[in-house]
């Protein structure tokens, strides 16, 4: 089953800000813990 290119593309855009959710949220509870390296 071969899926259509846009719908493709619609895939990779929900997993890049899936992604990006997950960083903002693991850098959040890093925050809060105080654990930030210097970055």
Not at 23 to 34: E, H, K, N
Request: aromatic share 0%.
């Amino acid at each position: 089953m071969h899926a259509p290119r846009a719908q493709m593309d619609t895939k990779k855009r929900m997993v890049a800000a899936t992604i990006r959710s997950v960083d903002v949220a693991i850098l959040r509870s890093q925050i809060s813990s105080g654990s930030v390296s210097d970055r």
